[in-house]
């Protein structure tokens, strides 16, 4: 690891404006990602701002009937809460489905929004990666793609979006508030949030230079059952190949978003309409320009049975 220096912030409003003044600074709370990457020096941050202590760890409603919660808030607290559990049960049980109890307890709301790919290439300083190092060229694309993205990808990048948290924040159209280092505040809606790759794949999200979370906003509670489907490798403390996070309403009407296929949390507001006609058809809707590899083409079969099985699940 590379020597760098340390600061505690104050405020929200002084961890931008230090962020800003330091464009190659980050931020650091649970550190569950971000240490892992300087560890193999693939983030090498001269300076690391700690925002542990500027109060952002509450869960409140909000005068719309939502919730607001903290960006401080770990996974662990926010899966455990009553409201959480009685009104967004497809968020507590994405963040169940992630990575370790012990994790859990570090990571923070803002953090695991955060989080950066688990490509394999990305994690290999010996290969092209155009997300670690800008126009290196990408490694992956003739490689190594079983879990790589199917839709959404580009020439520069193929690698998916590791959060399951972020899954289901889409499918709830959750609002994500930042405060930028002049002070000055906006709300960004979570389908805006992340990013495609296109030609620069690095830039992961709509986030300016030292502009820091603050706040993830949940709208009032959609209702109807509540489901997150995630198929992986191993039971347990393992990446999505493809997951599932769907608000089912009785009248057989859907909301529906999904994991481990792209670089983003992947939601076709368009293609919900055909989920009444059932998981194949939204399946052909949402991934319609679907580019898979040969390596991974089960991904679009996969994401179909899974669908189907939440809907069946939501039936009864």
Not at 194 to 200: A, E, Q, S, V
């Amino acid at each position: 690891m590379r020597p760098f220096t340390y600061e505690r912030a104050a405020s929200p409003a002084q961890a931008a404006a230090a962020a800003a003044a330091n464009p190659e600074a980050r931020f650091i709370a649970g550190g569950t990602n971000l240490l892992d990457l300087m560890k193999l020096q693939i983030e090498t941050p001269p300076h690391l701002i700690d925002v542990n202590g500027l109060a952002l760890d509450s869960i409140e409603p909000t005068p719309e009937g939502g919730l607001r919660i903290g960006a401080l808030v770990r996974n662990t607290d926010l899966a455990a809460d009553e409201r959480v559990r009685r009104d967004y049960g497809v968020l507590a049980r994405a963040l169940l489905a992630g990575a370790s109890g012990q994790l859990r307890n570090k990571a923070t709301t803002a953090g695991n929004l955060l989080q950066r790919t688990r490509c394999p290439y990305f994690y290999d300083t010996n290969m092209a990666c155009n997300k670690r190092q800008p126009g290196s060229g990408c490694a992956a694309i003739d490689g190594y793609t079983r879990q790589l993205a199917v839709v959404g990808h580009s020439e520069a990048c193929i690698a998916t979006n590791p959060s399951d948290m972020a899954v289901a924040m889409r499918v709830l159209d959750a609002v994500v508030e930042t405060v930028k280092a002049d002070g000055t505040t906006r709300a960004i809606p979570i389908a805006e949030f992340h990013r495609l790759p296109g030609d620069t794949p690095h830039i992961e999200t709509a986030l300016e230079p030292g502009e820091l979370i603050t706040a993830v906003v949940l709208p009032p509670p959609a209702g109807g059952t509540q489901i997150y489907r995630k198929v992986r490798d191993r039971a347990s403390y393992a990446f999505a190949l493809v997951s599932v996070a769907a608000v089912v309403r009785r009248d057989g009407t859907a909301q529906v978003a999904l994991g481990g296929v792209a670089h983003k949390p992947w939601r076709v507001e368009a293609a919900e309409a055909e989920v009444q006609r059932g998981a194949k058809a939204a399946m052909a809707a949402l991934l319609a320009d679907a580019r898979p590899t040969r390596e991974n083409a089960f991904k679009v079969t996969l994401a179909e049975r899974a669908l189907s099985a939440v809907l069946a699940e939501a039936k009864g």
